[in-house]
């Protein structure tokens, strides 16, 4: 898959069904940081399921590192970049352990 430019209102549809994103956005900070994440629970520690419940502020997007098992938040209104989107079962192909 080629990176593509997404909007946060995409992104939400993505997490919504369930995937694995790996993206590239522009922290609050205005550095750049890769990510790859999901809301899925089947994917996320149970420990940690129940941290991302809580309602962030509207624009901002709560999703779980896959890599650093810790909750982030992307704001929507951010330049957000699609690098690849994989169903849970492509786990092994994007490198990364549950």
Not at 17 to 25: P, S, V
Not at 26 to 34: L, S, V, Y
Not at 64 to 70: A, I, M, V, W
């Amino acid at each position: 898959m080629n990176p593509r430019k997404i909007t946060g209102n995409y992104l939400r549809n993505l997490l919504q069904e369930g995937r694995i994103l790996c993206l590239t956005f522009i922290k609050a900070d205005g550095t750049e940081r890769d990510i790859c994440c999901t809301t899925n629970p089947e994917l996320i520690d149970k420990e940690k399921r129940s941290r991302g419940l809580r309602t962030p502020a509207d624009h901002l997007i709560p999703v779980f590192d896959l890599q650093k098992k810790e909750w982030r938040s992307i704001d929507e209104d951010t330049e957000i970049e699609l690098i690849e989107s994989k169903f849970p079962n492509a786990l092994d192909t994007l490198g990364v352990k549950p």
